[in-house]
């Protein structure tokens, strides 16, 4: 069983940076895809950013893009985020696209973490 933990989350005046740090136990061989997810009190989850599982390709959603960017190391995702602004207040959650699917990114996800909360205010 996969176990995904983040960390990172906090407050953040509007205009700052957070880091948000995904730490996996492992990344299965067949995994495809290694994900950065939200979801804002009320509202849908939605996915943000993906990085392939060799860190060779990393796509945005273009709420966030050119101001979140996602990188990896061997056992760890990472979301830093510039620029925040109270549309980034949200539970951001990492999950490991295993297989193609109809999810985002065209992925399936059956790994997730619990989530850390990002709160962008005055």
């Known amino acids: 069983q996969v176990k995904l933990v983040e960390s990172g989350g906090g407050w953040v005046q509007p205009g700052g940076p957070l880091k948000l740090s995904c730490s996996a136990s492992?990344?299965?061989?067949?995994?495809?895809?290694l994900t950065w997810f939200r979801q804002a009190q009320g509202k849908g989850r939605e996915g943000t950013t993906y990085?392939?599982?060799?860190?060779?390709f990393a796509w945005y959603d273009s709420s966030v893009k050119d101001r979140f960017t996602t990188s990896k190391d061997e056992n760890t995702v990472y979301l830093h985020m510039t620029n925040l602004n109270a549309e980034d207040t949200a539970v951001y959650y990492c999950?490991?696209?295993?297989?193609?699917?109809?999810?985002?990114?065209?992925?399936?996800?059956?790994?997730w973490g619990q989530g850390t909360l990002v709160t962008v205010s005055e």
């Open positions: 999950a490991v696209g295993l297989r193609y699917g109809s999810e985002f990114g065209g992925y399936e996800y059956p790994y």
């Open positions: 990085i392939l599982r060799d860190g060779g």
């Open positions: 492992e990344f299965p061989l067949d995994s495809k895809a």
